[in-house]
């Protein structure tokens, strides 16, 4: 569809009820049709809403809209029409409107659609969910121990989570993936698709997860990146997942500044410095401050992401010459501030059963030290305290973990990173695994890598070539395919 048409297009959104059959036909309505109206919204973008109802289980119980957004395809006669684009980092409208090089290379090709999901939106928009209480950061039951700051971070926690829910009202019914995945079939319809073709990024995998269940014939194209295992339905295994990944990753950190020229780590060796400076710790910082064990792996793991390798070398030299501010600071950006929105209610609906109790707790992070001793183990602590406190069974139908069914019957193709902390790569595989015909094409960067080496204007990079073979032409990587790291390799300390 052209970009002349996307201006005022027809919408009739289906209504499908909650037991509808994974890609049946949709029931329509008995509503009028709606039209997409499109307005210039500044930064290059045209942006739109998409009214759907609160909750698809009950249809013609209220509706509520969702936040737009097209980047028009540069050459309208060489458009192939729409791809639907959610980058998962928080609102993605708002991500794109900042660093449009994310994605603006696939307008070459498409018009690229910006979807927010519920609860999110542009700035300023009321359809972004805006609560009273700031979401309390992790990085405090990181820090600190015992059940007295255990039980007022779940208070806290929960006062957020209450706060959400009021702000949200109604609307808090539909804060899940299995509404967001027919909110994006609502989409297709109001472009005028016959099928969806899709880019999900991180969270947005988890909305391309649910579409592949619950609509699998209507999938032509999907490309999913630092993929969430919502296949998992053990809490214990998924901590242990993400406490090997971020313990590998420390020595991949290490790896990579024995390889370069002026790594000021004692030789390269990150892994011993940082034995040396735990048994030194508690380590002067600011005047009058110092930085404990736990605050120093707390500030290793925040550092662990591969873009941020070169700040990280910087703060734990300075730390072993006796400083260790640059490290205090680090730690502080473990979780940066965002707005307060229920974007962590929908992640507490998507995937947490009853977390435990604190003893419990304390059990399974004696194992988790023992899996991943030097800093992957207090990854559980920031596992646990997203949803620590939050009242389960307040939204809509969810869409709880269990094995990925799916009758899709076009290639999908996933994204892995060799470097993916957040979305660690066994997870990321068994998803994979459970999808007929996907395709997996690995990579050496890691979270977000295709946007990313957009960002950083690395175009022909092996990675993006093969997804762009893929959503253009449906060209597959040949099995086993795999792309190198073009993040880390111009990276200096």
Same mark, same amino acid.
């Given at each position: 569809?052209?970009?002349?048409?996307?201006?005022?297009? !027809?919408?009739?959104?289906?209504?499908?009820?909650?037991?509808?059959?994974?890609?049946?036909?949709?029931?329509?309505?008995?509503?009028?049709?709606?039209?997409?109206?499109? $307005?210039? #919204?500044?930064?290059?973008?045209?942006?739109?809403?998409?009214?759907?109802?609160?909750?698809?289980?009950?249809?013609?119980?209220?509706?509520?809209?969702?936040? %737009?957004?097209?980047?028009?395809?540069?050459?309208?006669?060489?458009?192939?029409?729409?791809?639907?684009?959610?980058?998962?980092?928080?609102?993605?409208?708002?991500?794109?409107?900042?660093?449009?090089?994310?994605?603006?290379?696939? +307008?070459?090709?498409?018009?690229?659609?910006?979807?927010?999901?519920?609860?999110?939106?542009?700035?300023?928009?009321?359809?972004?969910?805006? #609560?009273?209480?700031?979401?309390?950061?992790?990085?405090?039951?990181?820090?600190?121990? @015992?059940?007295?700051?255990?039980?007022?971070?779940? $208070?806290?926690?929960?006062?957020?989570? $209450?706060?959400?829910?009021?702000?949200?009202?109604?609307?808090?019914?539909? &804060? +899940?993936?299995?509404?967001?995945?027919?909110?994006?079939?609502?989409?297709?319809?109001?472009?005028?698709? *016959?099928?969806?073709?899709?880019?999900?990024?991180?969270?947005?995998?988890?909305?391309?997860?649910?579409?592949?269940?619950?609509?699998?014939?209507?999938?032509?194209?999907?490309?999913?990146?630092?993929?969430?295992?919502?296949?998992? +339905?053990?809490?214990? =295994?998924?901590?242990?997942?993400?406490? =090997?990944?971020?313990?590998? /990753?420390?020595?991949?950190?290490?790896?990579? #500044?024995?390889? &370069?020229?002026?790594?000021?780590?004692?030789?390269?060796?990150?892994?011993?410095?940082?034995?040396?400076?735990?048994?030194?710790?508690?380590?002067?910082?600011?005047?009058? =401050?110092?930085?404990?064990?736990?605050?120093?792996?707390?500030?290793?793991?925040?550092? %662990?992401?591969? /873009?941020?390798?070169?700040?990280?070398?910087?703060?734990?030299?300075?730390?072993?010459?006796?400083?260790?501010?640059?490290?205090?600071?680090?730690?502080?950006?473990?979780?940066?501030?965002?707005?307060?929105?229920?974007?962590?209610?929908?992640?507490?609906?998507?995937?947490?059963?009853? &977390?435990?109790?604190?003893?419990?707790?304390?059990?399974?992070?004696?194992? %988790?030290?023992?899996?991943?001793?030097?800093?992957?183990?207090?990854?559980?602590?920031?596992?646990?305290? =997203? #949803?620590?406190?939050?009242?389960? @069974?307040? @939204?809509?139908?969810?869409?709880?973990?269990?094995?990925?069914?799916?009758?899709?019957? $076009?290639?999908?193709?996933?994204?892995?990173?060799?470097?993916?902390?957040?979305?660690?790569?066994?997870?990321?595989?068994? !998803?994979?695994? &459970?999808?007929?015909?996907?395709?997996?094409?690995?990579?050496?960067?890691?979270?977000?890598?295709?946007?990313? /080496?957009?960002? *950083?204007?690395?175009?022909?990079?092996?990675?993006?070539?093969?997804?762009?073979?893929?959503?253009?032409?449906?060209? %597959?990587?040949?099995?086993?395919?795999?792309?190198?790291?073009?993040?880390?390799?111009?990276?200096?300390?």
């Amino acid at each position: 569809m052209t970009t002349a048409a996307l201006a005022a297009v !027809v919408v009739t959104a289906p209504v499908v009820m909650a037991g509808e059959v994974a890609g049946a036909s949709a029931v329509p309505g008995d509503r009028p049709q709606r039209v997409l109206a499109w $307005r210039d #919204c500044g930064d290059g973008l045209r942006c739109a809403k998409l009214s759907v109802p609160v909750d698809w289980a009950r249809p013609r119980a209220g509706r509520t809209e969702i936040d %737009l957004a097209l980047m028009p395809a540069q050459n309208p006669g060489q458009n192939l029409g729409p791809l639907v684009v959610n980058t998962g980092h928080g609102p993605t409208i708002q991500a794109v409107r900042a660093r449009p090089d994310t994605v603006s290379e696939l +307008t070459r090709w498409f018009d690229v659609v910006l979807i927010e999901p519920r609860g999110l939106g542009d700035r300023g928009s009321e359809a972004a969910v805006r #609560c009273s209480v700031p979401p309390p950061d992790a990085l405090r039951l990181q820090l600190t121990p @015992g059940r007295d700051a255990w039980r007022a971070y779940a $208070r806290d926690n929960a006062a957020y989570a $209450r706060s959400c829910r009021i702000a949200a009202g109604p609307r808090h019914a539909g &804060l +899940t993936s299995w509404q967001v995945a027919h909110d994006l079939d609502a989409l297709r319809i109001a472009l005028g698709d *016959k099928r969806l073709r899709y880019f999900g990024n991180a969270y947005g995998a988890v909305y391309g997860q649910a579409y592949l269940e619950l609509f699998p014939r209507r999938v032509e194209r999907m490309y999913l990146e630092g993929v969430p295992d919502h296949t998992q +339905t053990s809490l214990g =295994r998924r901590m242990i997942a993400q406490a =090997r990944a971020v313990e590998r /990753q420390l020595y991949a950190f290490r790896d990579w #500044c024995r390889g &370069l020229m002026g790594c000021a780590l004692d030789g390269g060796d990150a892994v011993s410095v940082l034995d040396d400076l735990l048994e030194r710790a508690p380590l002067p910082a600011a005047p009058g =401050r110092t930085v404990d064990a736990r605050r120093l792996v707390a500030a290793v793991i925040a550092g %662990l992401a591969p /873009q941020r390798w070169p700040e990280l070398v910087r703060a734990m030299s300075a730390a072993w010459e006796g400083d260790a501010s640059a490290l205090a600071a680090l730690a502080a950006a473990a979780e940066p501030l965002a707005p307060a929105t229920a974007s962590r209610s929908m992640l507490c609906h998507d995937f947490m059963p009853e &977390l435990p109790g604190y003893r419990r707790f304390l059990a399974m992070e004696a194992r %988790l030290r023992a899996l991943a001793p030097r800093v992957g183990w207090l990854t559980g602590r920031y596992e646990i305290a =997203r #949803c620590l406190g939050v009242v389960r @069974g307040q @939204g809509g139908p969810s869409w709880p973990p269990g094995p990925l069914r799916t009758s899709v019957r $076009r290639p999908v193709l996933i994204g892995i990173g060799r470097l993916d902390i957040q979305s660690p790569v066994s997870g990321a595989a068994k !998803v994979a695994a &459970l999808i007929p015909r996907a395709a997996v094409l690995r990579h050496g960067d890691g979270h977000g890598a295709y946007l990313l /080496q957009g960002a *950083k204007r690395l175009r022909a990079t092996c990675l993006r070539t093969r997804v762009h073979g893929y959503l253009v032409n449906g060209a %597959l990587p040949e099995k086993g395919t795999s792309c190198p790291s073009e993040l880390t390799t111009d990276m200096a300390p």
